[in-house]
């Protein structure tokens, strides 16, 4: 049973800057997409950021600039690193994974992955 789980959340004043990281285990795909999703309350998730293991990366334009997703130790770690945080930033972060490589039309669609982390909160003060 493929297991993430994500941690690094936390508590974080405007422009601040936050890094999230998602452990992968049982995960064996070689040729594999990962990516991250957020949620905020009373709104639909929104994919952030993804990458896959050829190491294409694909960002949201409400991040791009801002967000840098990255692996350590290949697919096993995954992180997100945030700068100039913002209040709409707040949300549920959740990272995901999925055999195969997707177009950037469906990279950041959550329905295309089958492997959810259980998530972890980001909270931005202004």
């Known amino acids: 049973q493929v297991q993430l789980a994500e941690s690094g959340g936390g508590s974080v004043q405007a422009g601040g800057s936050l890094t999230l990281s998602c452990a992968a285990s049982?995960?064996?795909?070689?040729?594999?997409?990962m990516a991250w999703f957020r949620q905020a309350p009373g709104k639909e998730r929104e994919g952030v950021a993804y990458?896959?293991?050829?190491?294409?990366?694909i960002y949201a334009d409400s991040v791009k600039g801002r967000a840098t997703i990255s692996q350590n130790n290949g697919k096993n770690t995954l992180n997100l690193q945030m700068n100039s945080l913002k209040p709409e930033d707040t949300a549920m972060y959740y990272c995901?994974?999925?055999?195969?490589?997707?177009?950037?039309?469906?990279?950041?669609?959550?329905?295309?992955?089958?492997?959810w982390g259980q998530g972890t909160q980001v909270t931005v003060s202004s």
């Open positions: 990458i896959n293991s050829f190491g294409g990366t």
């Open positions: 995901a994974a999925e055999p195969g490589i997707y177009s950037s039309t469906w990279s950041l669609a959550g329905e295309k992955y089958r492997y």
């Open positions: 049982r995960f064996s795909a070689r040729v594999y997409s």
